[in-house]
């Protein structure tokens, strides 16, 4: 009790400490407690973090912030309106497709399931079989409770997703236009004992930004090059298929290990043990294997270097929080926690400062 109490008294004798945990917690808090009902602004922070990365070269050749801003939100309202009525259709189509193909794929399965106690006897029995097909069978079923309960609830949230259509797009233009402005006056409501927190403030600014911009960068590559290879060998569902492989990176190691899986087993369904399955395979490998030892190190060097067990608790932990926007941010929040652990003054620094204040 006594080691806690030696602790409290230095750590809240310095103002500077006092304003950074005060400024974590209540961001913690307002997250927690409003997550949901900011998310269209946690969205528009996250896409003005990304055309801010478009914006800046434009002022850099001479144009107005003003011109500048405009033009990038055009093209990212251009962009946004291919997503809504070009992507969008199509992925919801082959959903569709792959619906209806289940029954068919999981007959498939039980065939082939049903001839391993006739080749390995001694390591299956045929009642085993029958209880690994009918937990399939219920969780197929599952699956299409779960995409017919999605599909009417999205038809009863039409109108918040018309109204989040609107905010997004505003909000977003305003992040960008008064940036400036907007910074100043969260820079007037801080004290001024914030020497700390302003050190810790920069760091983490600058690493989730080349953050989000690196992944964006990474999603698209990663997803352009899986729906090439997905068309050429005719992979049904390509788009799909290629637009889950490109999101899985957004989670580090767990997001690839898990999208191979429906990957493989569409194209194992459609071909079987064949040579277009093993190329495709491989191809796909490939692409998993340059993403990783190549474009990963190229896109994020300046990003704060994080060991694959701390990268993982943080999926973890902020996943559990804040779900998709948690796993998301998961790196740059470990960044955060990083650079506070980075910032904190020494024991002896903050008895230095105690012992100073106690003479003055």
């Known amino acids: 009790m006594q080691l806690f109490i030696q602790w409290f008294r230095r750590t809240f004798s310095d103002p500077q400490l006092v304003v950074l945990i005060t400024l974590l917690l209540g961001g913690f808090l307002v997250?927690?407690?409003?997550?949901?009902?900011?998310?269209?602004?946690?969205?528009?922070?996250?896409?003005?973090?990304?055309?801010?990365?478009?914006?800046v070269p434009l002022q850099r050749i001479g144009l107005p912030r003003m011109v500048a801003v405009v033009i990038v939100f055009i093209l990212f309202l251009i962009a946004l309106g291919l997503i809504l009525f070009g992507l969008m259709p199509l992925l919801s189509r082959q959903v569709s497709q792959l619906v209806q193909q289940l029954p068919n794929m999981v007959a498939k399965g039980q065939q082939v399931l049903m001839m391993l106690p006739q080749k390995y006897p001694e390591l299956i029995t045929e009642e085993?079989?029958?209880?690994?097909?009918?937990?399939?069978?219920?969780?197929?079923?599952?699956?299409?409770?779960?995409?017919?309960?999605?599909?009417?609830?999205?038809?009863?949230?039409i109108i918040t997703v018309l109204v989040y259509l609107v905010l997004l797009p505003l909000l977003v233009f305003f992040f960008l236009k008064d940036k400036d402005q907007i910074i100043a006056w969260i820079g007037h409501l801080l004290p001024e004992d914030r020497k700390i927190a302003v050190h810790v403030w920069r760091e983490v600014d600058k690493q989730i930004s080349n953050y989000i911009r690196g992944k964006f960068i990474e999603i698209v590559i990663v997803w352009s090059a899986t729906?090439?290879?997905?068309?050429?060998?005719?992979?049904?569902?390509?788009?799909?298929?290629?637009?889950?492989?490109g999101l899985s990176v957004v989670i580090p190691y767990i997001g690839a290990t898990v999208v191979t899986i429906p990957v493989l087993l569409v194209a194992w369904f459609q071909w079987g043990w064949s040579s277009e399955f093993?190329?495709?395979?491989?191809?796909?490998?490939?692409?998993?294997?340059?993403?990783?030892?190549?474009?990963?190190?190229?896109?994020?060097?300046?990003?704060?270097?994080?060991?694959?067990?701390?990268?993982?608790?943080?999926?973890?932990?902020?996943?559990g929080f804040w779900g998709f926007w948690g796993v998301f941010f998961a790196i740059p929040l470990a960044t955060l926690v990083n650079a506070v652990i980075r910032a904190w003054p020494t024991r002896r620094e903050l008895d230095e400062k105690l012992a100073a204040q106690a003479q003055g």
């Open 31 to 55: 997250v927690i407690t409003m997550g949901d009902m900011l998310l269209p602004v946690l969205a528009a922070l996250v896409i003005a973090y990304l055309l801010e990365g478009l914006v």
């Open 128 to 157: 085993q079989v029958r209880e690994v097909i009918a937990a399939l069978g219920g969780e197929v079923g599952n699956i299409g409770q779960a995409v017919l309960s999605w599909s009417l609830s999205s038809v009863v949230g």
């Open 227 to 245: 729906y090439i290879a997905f068309a050429l060998f005719g992979l049904q569902y390509a788009m799909l298929l290629s637009v889950l492989v």
């Open 278 to 319: 093993g190329w495709l395979a491989a191809v796909y490998f490939i692409i998993q294997a340059i993403d990783g030892n190549v474009l990963v190190p190229l896109l994020f060097s300046e990003v704060v270097s994080l060991h694959p067990i701390a990268i993982i608790v943080a999926i973890l932990v902020f996943g």
